[in-house]
């Protein structure tokens, strides 16, 4: 008969041995795996910042992890998938983890590098070592065993995993895969085509023209790299739109909204923010920048959609250096592209900043929690980080650091006081062999 080891503190518990060798009879349950692992503590899958603070927060009250994580480092959104100017959007102070601030002498606003380095210094300072190049294939509840069942694929020794776990963390985050958008007449087109996760510098496009398409604040950010390389961008602008500028009499915008709030209602903050970017920025919608009808904060808490913050940009529009183009009805051969007003240009090249998605609904196999059209929790922040049977979602928050920050927090909180109360019941960490499980 073939065996596999288990590690857990239920690893000598009848009763679960008992569920768990009758799972391999389960007519609904996949071919075995090579592996299995019970872990005593939660499984986080992701290893960016979100899966990160939940780790640390977990180990600071006493529970510990394994976080599995489908590349070979951590924050690999940041560390692999992001352009070279890349810098913080928001004061440092509102981007920092739980439990450790960012060093005193970084900037405001820290570098890429930077940020990456205090990532690393927190894993360092809280022990977590995240088990690299673990993608996880399939995740489900058994409630058979009472268990949630994690298979991975593609780790370096080849060999297929499942982890059994009481409580499953989703810190894949927003930003798991790249948004590249059906454009009519893509393999026509004949230039060079990237989305924003590829793009480093604008070194590589000096002296050509390239149509940057998302007007975000990666989109924005793009376009004032290629113009500091000498290239010629012009930028797609497909929707309204607010820019504010990145700081308002000395502070931070960000922070001064968060200020005001604390004393005046959404509504009148948002009024004050555009009498104060109309008197700084001018009227955007003659660069062809037109406005949401709702203020920046409160379609920021409708619909996620955060506000520009120019650093620099908006100048190189008014001076002509940028060009900013209505939304593409279709790319044609030999570099052409055809706007939805009719005219025709010609572009060397296109980046397409047009963001990420989450790429939950791929491999969880619920539907409960999560929702499978865009694989964010049906429930609003700030009550979405807690689903049923056990599961918890990090870093879906459309608030970036900080709102994960806070999931974090919750989340441990709450496995903190299941830890204890089964602790009173469970057996120390043991091992033991139990027949193979089904995997998918």
């Known amino acids: 008969m073939d065996y596999t080891e288990i590690q857990g503190k239920q690893s000598h518990d009848p009763i679960f041995i008992h569920k768990m060798n009758n799972l391999s009879s389960s007519t609904s349950s996949p071919p075995p795996p090579r592996c299995v692992v019970c872990v005593p503590g939660p499984v986080i899958v992701g290893a960016?910042?979100?899966?990160?603070?939940?780790?640390?927060?977990?180990?600071?009250?006493?529970?510990?992890?394994?976080?599995?994580?489908?590349?070979?480092?951590?924050?690999?959104?940041?560390?692999?998938?992001?352009?070279d100017r890349l810098r913080l959007h928001l004061p440092k102070q509102f981007c920092?983890?739980?439990?450790?601030?960012?060093?005193?002498?970084?900037?405001?606003?820290?570098?890429?590098?930077?940020?990456?380095?205090?990532?690393?210094?927190?894993?360092?300072?809280?022990?977590i070592q995240p088990?690299?190049?673990?993608?996880?294939?399939?995740?489900?509840?058994?409630?058979?065993?009472?268990?949630?069942?994690?298979?991975?694929?593609g780790s370096e020794n080849g060999v297929k995993t499942e982890y059994v776990t009481r409580w499953l963390i989703v810190a894949t985050g927003e930003n798991a895969e790249a948004l590249v958008p059906r454009l009519e007449g893509i393999m026509e087109f004949g230039g060079t085509i990237k989305h924003t996760s590829l793009y480093k510098?604008?070194?590589?496009?000096?002296?050509?023209?390239?149509?940057?398409?998302?007007?975000?604040?990666?989109?924005?950010?793009?376009?004032?790299?290629?113009?500091?390389?000498?290239?010629?961008?012009?930028?797609?602008?497909?929707?309204?739109?607010h820019v504010l500028p990145r700081e308002m009499l000395?502070?931070?915008?960000?922070?001064?909204?968060?200020?005001?709030?604390?004393?005046?209602?959404?509504?009148?903050?948002?009024?004050?923010l555009l009498v104060a970017s109309r008197l700084l920025l001018g009227d955007t919608s003659r660069l062809g920048l037109d406005r949401p009808k709702l203020g920046p904060l409160q379609l920021k808490n409708l619909s996620g959609k955060t506000p520009v913050l120019d650093v620099?940009?908006?100048?190189?529009?008014?001076?002509?250096?940028?060009?900013?183009?209505?939304?593409?009805?279709?790319?044609?051969?030999?570099?052409?592209?055809e706007f939805v007003d009719g005219r025709t240009e010609y572009f060397d090249a296109i980046v397409l900043a047009t963001g990420y998605r989450s790429n939950v609904p791929s491999w969880l196999k619920e539907a409960e929690m999560f929702s499978k059209k865009d694989g964010l929790p049906k429930t609003p922040f700030p009550n979405g980080w807690k689903g049923e049977?056990?599961?918890?979602?990090?870093?879906?928050?459309?608030?970036?650091?900080?709102?994960?920050s806070m999931d974090a927090k919750r989340i441990a909180e709450d496995i903190e006081r299941c830890w204890k109360a089964e602790a009173k019941h469970s057996t120390p960490f043991t091992r033991s062999h139990l027949p193979l499980s089904s995997s998918p």
């Open 48 to 83: 960016g910042p979100s899966g990160l603070a939940t780790a640390a927060c977990l180990k600071n009250k006493g529970v510990p992890s394994v976080i599995l994580e489908r590349s070979n480092c951590i924050a690999s959104l940041w560390q692999l998938k992001t352009y």
């Open 96 to 127: 920092e983890l739980p439990l450790l601030p960012f060093p005193a002498d970084f900037p405001t606003y820290p570098t890429k590098e930077q940020f990456i380095h205090y990532l690393e210094d927190y894993a360092t300072k809280f022990d």
């Open 131 to 153: 088990r690299f190049n673990e993608t996880v294939s399939t995740a489900q509840y058994d409630p058979v065993v009472g268990f949630w069942r994690v298979w991975t694929a």
């Open 201 to 241: 510098s604008g070194k590589e496009f000096r002296g050509k023209k390239v149509l940057v398409v998302g007007c975000g604040n990666s989109g924005m950010e793009v376009c004032l790299d290629l113009c500091n390389h000498n290239a010629r961008p012009s930028l797609v602008v497909r929707d309204t739109v």
């Open 250 to 272: 000395g502070k931070s915008t960000f922070g001064l909204s968060m200020l005001l709030l604390k004393w005046l209602p959404i509504r009148l903050v948002d009024r004050l």
């Open 312 to 337: 620099g940009t908006l100048a190189k529009i008014k001076s002509g250096d940028v060009q900013v183009c209505p939304a593409i009805k279709r790319l044609k051969r030999h570099h052409a592209v």
């Open 389 to 404: 049977c056990g599961l918890y979602a990090v870093g879906f928050t459309k608030r970036g650091i900080l709102g994960a």
